[in-house]
């Protein structure tokens, strides 16, 4: 991180997200936001120079690490020679928004991610379809989601995303909670640029005085 300078921190998610408020969580006011539209996109403002970090999730307790591109977040970290320095687990708690009851819904939207905590609840409505897409445009993440559905304004749409998030966009909550587990968290990282390694200098190069 920078001295004496604002840092900058990347991250995906709208407003309530999980990247929203883990960032809130860890930093505070104390750093400039940069919203990118995938983890891809923070990494690579990092190494433009953009974002002095890149922060996160890394794995979630109920589906395992995070992927994108068919990588996990942190093979793709690596690939890219971004570095951890700093780790933040945020508890998550999924619900499910919607201005229709339970039983009027036909369609849920969400990330995958998203979706993927709430197979129970998938297996115990098979008429309801669980999609990550609209308009065949994958929806970036669960605040995007519930925005979603306060757009289309329609009773037989429902959203997988946080309370806070369903608040912020005025969609009210119909299930709480929707996730397979109760004790539910996601790991965060935070990724900056790998420092160079000092060089050593070689003895040989030394002059020697007597």
Known sequence: MRNGATD??????????????????????????????SIRMCFVSVLEGKATGALVPVNNVIVGDVK?????????ANEMGLSRTKTHRLRIR?????FGR????????????????????????????MTDTFNDKKISDTSAAVKLVKDL????????????AAKHHGVPVILDPVADKAE?????????????KKSKKSAAGKRKFP
């Not at 995906?12 to 969580?25: C, Q, T």
């Not at 994108?68 to 793709?76: P, Q, S």
């Not at 999924?94 to 919607?98: D, E, M, N, Q, T």
């Open 102 to 129: 339970l039983e009027e819904v036909r369609v849920v939207y969400s990330k995958q991610p998203a979706l993927d905590q709430c197979k129970k609840f998938s297996k115990a409505h098979k008429g309801i379809t």
């Open 8 to 37: 900058v921190i990347a991250r995906i998610g709208g407003p309530e997200s999980y990247s929203d408020k883990a960032a809130r969580k860890l930093f505070a006011k104390s750093v400039k936001i940069l919203v990118c539209e």
């Open 68 to 76: 994108e591109d068919g990588k996990t977040v942190k093979d793709l």
């Open 153 to 164: 304004g329609l009773l037989y749409t429902a959203a997988v995303c946080d309370a806070d």
């Open 184 to 196: 539910n968290f996601t790991t965060f990282f935070l990724y900056e640029k790998k420092l160079p």
């Open 94 to 98: 999924l619900v499910l928004a919607s």
